[in-house]
């Protein structure tokens, strides 16, 4: 994600947008968050005072992901500005805490008094560090971002169950080290709110337990239909964190229903143009980027630079929808690599609905070559199928003399059982394009619907 190193961008790492992912990188978050507050719920259990602060009072707000809510220059303060010591006292005492509501790091920010956004991200930024510091590598080593070796911050150790303090290589912006968040997993606010839970999860259960009881709060309308009035119903039954945990105490079940509820649908992957009018950075130019892949010529000693000028363009293309992009994807421990690899991250649309043959990855073969792909070209994307993987991919190459020929070959595959291979040349590229910029404007469901992918795919399987 692009953030001004001077200051801090106001989005905020989402446990809840992690636990609707999936992927590698997402998974391996997930355990991280699940192993670190199981250890902190169970010191709150047995009352271990000391526990609690080992696991909280020590953290800072971490300076080097410049998130979060600070003007002008970053500053790591204590945990989203209060201090460490003193969330960790917030929690512990916590009606939430006592009632045994709480059972992941994001209920904090629904249910206890003082704990917001900006503290559930700097925690989760802790603990996911070791993950985001993999990450970060990755990026720099794929970007030329230079690298030096520098004190980590605290890595939550699964193994122990402790935090690790030691030194990584990592960039460096004045002075300070720099950490790299994945677009895929921040939210302008947390997915999990209280407003979203008591209107649509808790007060139609006290609506319920009104008519049943015949209260004063009750109506009958002119159909017979009995009817509470909302209001009254707020006034009777407030909306606050510490009632709302008795709420929840009171009603079985109902927390893990609104969480159940909670999907890409629900909770997307902010696009470009919101995070362009949030973050004030500029929204990928297409053209340049197609440009750039068009200026490189075709032939084997090109062949890399091609494949990172397609993955800038096809990144920018099918964002939000693809992410968490990995180069060299290695497979079957690393005897095969997929050139380009995406998670797909789609709540509706074309790759939404390429979801029902199998496609949670995406992978795409480049071939910078002068004469069409053939045959061994397709089976060697084939085999980087699988019913965990996904079933539908890519191959980018630069010009198809014969696309007609091309398609069929794929669509033998296809026929054959041996997944769905979509071609795209420049030309094709072209057109995609000339798509994303006619819907500029256009709402997020019809940006969800990439006409020529469409047609591609149904060449396969008429």
Known sequence: ????TATDSRVFIDPRAIRIQQSDFAEKCQVLLVSFFHELLMAIVEKDDDRVYNLL??????????????RGRSRGRGLGGVGAGRVANMIRKSKAAESGVLADLEDTALFIPGIKNDIVSDIATHV????????????????????????????WNLDSGEWDFSHVDLPRVDESPLLLIPKSIVRFELTLDEDKYYNGFLAPLHEAAEIDARSNLVSILKSGTPRVNREKLREKYPVNKTAIVEYTQQFSGVLDRYKASISHLTSPVLTHEQLAQRLDVPTPNYDALLARVKRIPAGRAAA???????EELMSALFYPHLGNMRLEREIHEGRKRIDICYDNLSS?????????????????????????????ELDQLANRFSVHRGRV???????LYDKDLFIRRCRDTALDGNGFILPLDDADFEELVRERKALAQASFRDKSMYKLLRERFDALVS
């Open 304 to 310: 890399h630079i091609y494949h990172r000028a397609v």
């Open 393 to 399: 991919g890519f191959i980018a190459c630069r010009k």
């Open 57 to 70: 009072g020590q953290l800072t707000e971490p300076n080097e992901t410049h998130l979060g809510y600070s």
């Open 128 to 155: 996911l560090r070791g993950a985001l510091v993999g990450y970060t590598q990755k990026a720099a080593e794929y970007y030329h971002i230079p690298v030096e070796r520098q004190y980590s911050g605290a890595i």
């Open 1 to 4: 994600m692009d953030v001004d």
């Open 348 to 376: 509706m649309g074309t790759f939404f609905w390429f979801t029902q043959h199998k496609a949670a990855e995406i992978p795409v073969e480049c071939k910078n070559y002068r004469k069409d792909p053939r045959n061994p």
